[in-house]
Every structure is written in C-alpha cells, then in structure tokens.
C-alpha cells in the first residue's frame, strides 16, 4: 500500500514508479557491484554529454566528495523548470522521478543517454540514499531535492544568475551497494577517453579524499586523432605517419532520419604486430563492434589493395593483401553517431544499425583513397608494412607446414634432447618439460621410462607475444616442443595427434622457473588452447624445503613457507633440526624427485585452467617494454598467485 503522502495523487503515482528500480537494481545497471557504483556516474555524465553533442555545453566537472558522494556539473541549458504539460510538476521533477523519462525527445539528437546505457537520470535518484539537483536557467537558480527516490524538497528558487547549467549531488544507497567507494583510475580513464570521443569538451575531475585535492583536466582540440597519438605513445611510428590519418564525412542534409549518420576515423600505423581498432557508436564502446567496424574493415582492405595494383606495388600475379596483413600495427579509433542505434549481441556491445556499414565504408572509402593519393610516400610506407606482414603470414604457414610433415615421420623426426616413453597409447602417457640439461639429467634418471617422457630446454623459451609467428616457429626450442607433443599448432592443430595427455611443465622454484612457466603458459595459450581447455596441461610441484631432524636419515618434504613454519614449531629449539632449500631440481637426486615430484601415487600436481594461462599471457603483455627489474618483481609476487586446480 502507498504511503500517505504530501505531493498529492500524481505524485504518489510518480514516486511508485522508482520502486522496481530499488527492488531489481541489477535489470537497470547491470549490478550493484563496484560496475553498477561507476555506472551512477556514467548515467548523469552521458545527460550533460548529450548536451555537449547538442552544441549547448562546453563544460563538464565532476567532483568526488570525501564521503564517496559525487557531483557533476555542466554549463548547458539547464533541465527545464517549467511545469511539464501533461503531468503539471517541473520538468526536472519529471526528469528525476519518472523511468525512462528524457529519453529520445529530440531526435535531431545524437544521443548517449538512451542507447546502451540509457536508463535515465531518475534511476540513478532511486539508487541514492540522497540527491540534490540545482539549475541555472531563466535567470534562476533553481534547487531540489530526494531521498532514495523520494521528493524531500520540492522545487525552489534560491537565487538569481545570468549563467545556465545543471548540478547534482548524489550519495550513492549503501543498502544498495556492495561498496560506495569510487576508484579513481576508472573515473579518470573513462573520462579521459569521453574527452577524446568530444572533440574541445572540457572535462575536469577531482578527488577531494585525498589530502591533497587530485585533479585531472581532458580537453583534446584534436579529438580522436589525439586519442590514437594517445593510444600510440610507448610505440615506434611507421615512417611518415607521425600526423594520424583522418577522415570524417556524414549523410545529407535531406537525408531521412532513420538513414542519418556521421562518421569519424582516425589511423596510425606502428612498427609492431598487433592491431588495436577501438570503435564507438553515439560515444558507446563497442566491444564486440557491428556494423561500422565492418564497414570500416571492408573499405581499409580494399582501397589499400586498389591503391596497390593502381600504383604497381602489387604485381598481376601477386595476390591481395589480408585484412589481417593491413591491420598488422595498425592503432584506429572509429566513432560513429547515430539517431536512434540499434545494439545487439551478447552484451549489448555491438552495433546493429546495417546502413551504417554502407555509410562507414563509404566514408572511409573515399576519405582514405584521397588519402594515399594524397601522400604517396605515407602509401608506400603502409603498403610496405602489409607487404611484410603478408610475408611474415606465408612463411608461418609454410613453418606450420613443415611441423606437420615431421610430425608424420613420427620417431624419426622426434627432438633428439626428447626422452621418449616406451608406452604408445597417449591416454596413459606424460611429458616433463624441464629447464636445462642437468635438471633433464635428473629427470630422466628419476622417470618411469615406460609412461614418462622428458624434454629438458635450453635456456629460455621464446617470448612468442613478441615476435611474428614465422620467427616464433623457426626457433628450435619451440620446434622441439611442437613436434614432440605432436599436435602441430594453427590451422594444422589436431588435438588426436597429441603423443601426451599430461604435458608437466616442471621449473625450479625460483624467479627464473617461474619466468619460464610463465613463458610456456603463454605458448600454449597462444599456439596450443584446446590442449589447455582439454585439461592436459599440468604444473609439477617440486618441495621447497626439506627439514631433518637431528640423528634422523630421512626428513620431511616441505612444499610451501607456510609448511615449513608449521613443522618447524613441532621442534621447540632449532638445533634440534635442519633445513634444507632446494634451489633447483638439480639439487635433488633422482631419487627425491621421483618421491616428491613425478611419482604419480605421490606428487601433487596442478592443472592449468584457461584463466590461469590467459592471466600468464596478459602478464607477459602488459610487461612488454617494462624494465626487466619490473618484470622480475612482478613474477615474484605473482608467480604464487597463479593458481592451480589439484588434481
Ligand atoms: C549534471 C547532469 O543532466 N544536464 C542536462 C539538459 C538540458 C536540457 C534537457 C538536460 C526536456 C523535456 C526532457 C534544456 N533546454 N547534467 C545534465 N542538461 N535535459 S540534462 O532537456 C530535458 C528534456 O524532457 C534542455 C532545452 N532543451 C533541453
């Protein structure tokens, strides 16, 4: 039953309608998680953005408050004050009460609110244990405010001004929220890159919990030609292309409203192998991309390969270049805008708008044909750059080709440091992977040579996130891993072919084997995944320690500190017992290591799951031109996190 309540019928109508919010948050934010928290933010952002794309605001500041509360503020026309025709309160109550009100009101409009994440101010009202809006407009300041939803004050005037703009004030609801913090790094960069998608847009934000306010200030003259300088920063340039490629272009003026559309692109090329194309509708991220990333990649393929023919550098018998040869280095950032966008896909992240892949590829079409016209010498450098990569893709498949060959010679074409079992049946049989010759020389001793094979490596393995996959495949370490598991790797990968279910990457325990697994995680992640989603990627456990009692022959094996620490307290003074610490496998004889390590009724061993590797694999990234001081700390502090299913 509804509460008895000053503001009359209307109201109590208007005020039920926020209850779902409160009840079902998550349908309207996606969570209460930390995302939902920042998404608050978001929903009030987007409305002075979307007044910004109006033409009417050049201003946006955002303010973190000691007590996790937040203020924005724009200096656009203010929400209207005025009472609203239908349902005879101000507009602004209208906009801060009613669901989904201030939607597509207007639709010469490109909007951000009312796409993706359009749920409206109001949600963002009912999910605040507070709310205070403020308007400049009409030569009023006009104030108001709630509580979870809830008018506690209606509107007032309160003072007089020539300026416009519209302020709130919200406390986010802890009974709502897991956590009302707010992280500053996703504030900033989330502001950082509306900045870039606005071109001119002031953007400043403020944390007032530090002791010294923090503010940051985006403002990009450039937009998003100075997002892709931004994204390029730490990489090495093509030759020529230090100004990015621009290109922009939208629909007629008579153009039917359901057909409008604009489109922005900038590129930059640089001197590595991985493609970053970060695409945008009405300033969403599209994440999963759609229909203007398609248009965009059509047009990019082909007027490279016509400029290529056209000018010679592509030969009759030569074939086209890739879409994946041309993207190689490639940075871009594409943004479209839209009246009313469809989104699609398992997120909602996708663009489904189909005339915008007509449009998209149009634009860029042209724009990019002018282009190369335009800078023969930058064409050429581009064209250069594909060229190499197309290289680089022929030569990998002929390497892919080649590990399959040997791989039919079975035996014959095996790794001469390989160790093999005499079992046959892959089911029942193991490998050791295992770092350098005396290690291998342990292992090999220490082995069940019937369903236990060996492979000891030389020195470090590749770090493939670094080199081209034809460099990463005519390393002979690699070579030797490929051709004794058996599979092969790319399109020839065949996870029947496998010659081990159990693949044991078996490392010392110290900085450099965690560096090593590390390195192999990544291998397998990038070149060999089903082997890892089929479970028979495995890290051995070798002891850490082994503590002796005094007079004793045989100690206890001790596998973390924590352990350790347990049994040491077993004897009250240290005399009484001996430490040792295994440095590396080689410091065991066969013996211990079998017991310890590779007899199966015995060792623990870990399974690999997809995260553990993807998180390998991301680490090595993201430590790419890092110091390799840097690199060392991370893997000692997170060579233990990498956990491991027991098996
Ligand atoms: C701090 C958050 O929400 N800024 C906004 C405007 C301006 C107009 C508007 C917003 C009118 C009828 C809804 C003004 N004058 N910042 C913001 N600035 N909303 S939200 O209009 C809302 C619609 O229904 C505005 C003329 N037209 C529009």
């Known amino acids: 039953m509804a509460k008895k309540n000053d503001y009359g019928a209307d109201s109590i109508k208007i005020l039920e309608g926020l209850d779902p919010v409160r009840k079902r948050p998550g349908m309207y934010i996606g969570s209460t998680s930390s995302t939902g928290l920042h998404h608050l933010v978001w929903e009030i952002v987007d409305n002075s953005v979307d007044e910004a794309m109006a033409g009417f605001c050049t201003k946006i500041k955002v303010t973190v408050h000691p007590d996790n509360s937040i203020t924005v503020e724009d200096n656009g026309r203010g929400i209207p004050v005025a009472k609203h025709p239908q349902r005879k309160i101000p507009t602004l109550e209208v906009v801060l009460t009613v669901l989904h009100a201030g939607g597509k009101f207007d639709n010469d409009a490109y909007k951000v609110s009312g796409g993706l994440h359009g749920v409206g101010v109001s949600v963002v009202n009912a999910l605040s244990k507070r709310l205070v809006a403020r308007v400049k407009r009409d030569g009023g300041i006009y104030e108001m405010e709630f509580q979870r939803g809830k008018t506690t004050k209606k509107m007032q005037k309160v003072g007089e001004t020539k300026t416009t703009g519209t302020t709130v004030t919200f406390w986010p609801d802890d009974m709502i929220f897991e956590s009302t913090v707010y992280d500053y790094d996703t504030l900033h960069d989330r502001l950082q890159e509306t900045a870039f998608l606005n071109k001119g847009l002031k953007i400043t934000l403020t944390d007032e919990r530090e002791l010294v306010p923090r503010t940051d200030e985006f403002c990009y003259q450039g937009g998003i030609v100075d997002f892709v300088k931004f994204l390029n920063t730490e990489k090495e340039i093509l030759p020529g292309l230090s100004r990015p490629i621009y ?155 080649a590990t399959r060959r040997k791989g039919l010679l079975e035996s014959a074409a095996l790794p001469g440091k390989l ?142 500190d924590e352990e350790l620490e347990i049994e040491a307290r077993k004897y009250s003074d240290p005399s009484r017992y001996t430490v040792q610490r295994y440095k590396g496998l080689g410091e065991m004889d066969p013996e211990q290591l079998w017991t310890t390590t590779m007899d199966p009724k015995n060792r623990i061993m870990l399974r690999v799951s997809i995260e553990d590797a993807m998180a390998a694999e991301l680490a090595v990234s993201n430590l790419m031109g890092t110091t390799v001081e840097k690199r060392k700390d991370f893997i000692q502090t997170h060579a233990k996190d990498v956990r491991f299913l027991d098996i």
């Open 419 to 560: 160790a093999d079992c005499s079992v046959r049946d892959a089911s029942l049989t193991e490998l050791f992977i295992v770092e350098g010759d005396s290690a291998g020389g342990s292992a090999k001793m220490a082995r069940d040579r019937s369903i236990q094979a060996v492979l000891p490596l030389r020195g470090k393995i590749l770090n493939v996130e670094r080199v081209q996959e034809h460099r990463a495949l005519s390393s002979d370490t690699i070579m030797s891993l490929i051709t004794a598991i058996g599979t092969g790797v790319g399109p020839e990968f065949n996870i029947e072919k496998a010659r081990y279910h159990k693949i044991v990457i078996m490392t010392d325990a110290d900085v450099d084997g965690a560096h090593i697994r590390i390195l192999l995680l990544t291998f397998f992640y990038r070149y060999m995944r089903p082997m890892i989603d089929a479970g028979y990627i495995y890290v051995a456990q070798p002891p850490l320690y082994q503590l002796k009692p005094k007079g004793k022959k045989h100690g206890k094996y001790l596998f973390t």
């Open 247 to 401: 290109i922009e272009g939208k629909t007629d003026a008579d153009t039917p409203v359901n057909r409008k559309g604009e489109v922005e692109v900038s590129l930059q090329w640089n001197t590595s192998y991985s493609e970053q194309v970060l695409s945008f509708a009405n300033d969403i991220y599209t994440d999963e991309g759609g229909m203007h990333l398609e248009g965009f990649r059509t047009a990019l393929t082909k007027t490279i390969n016509d400029y290529a023919r056209s000018h010679g550098l592509l030969k009759e018998k030569d074939s086209n270049l890739t879409g994946d040869d041309i993207r190689e280095g490639l940075t871009a950032v594409l943004s479209v805008k839209l009246p009313d966008p469809q989104f699609e896909g398992q997120t909602k992240a996708k663009l489904g708008s189909s005339y915008m892949r007509t449009l998209t590829n149009k634009i860029v079409s042209q724009g990019l044909s002018d282009y190369l016209e335009e800078h023969p010498n930058q064409a050429k450098e581009i064209f250069k750059k594909a060229n190499q990569a197309a290289k680089g893709r022929l030569a990998a498949q002929k390497a892919r080709q």
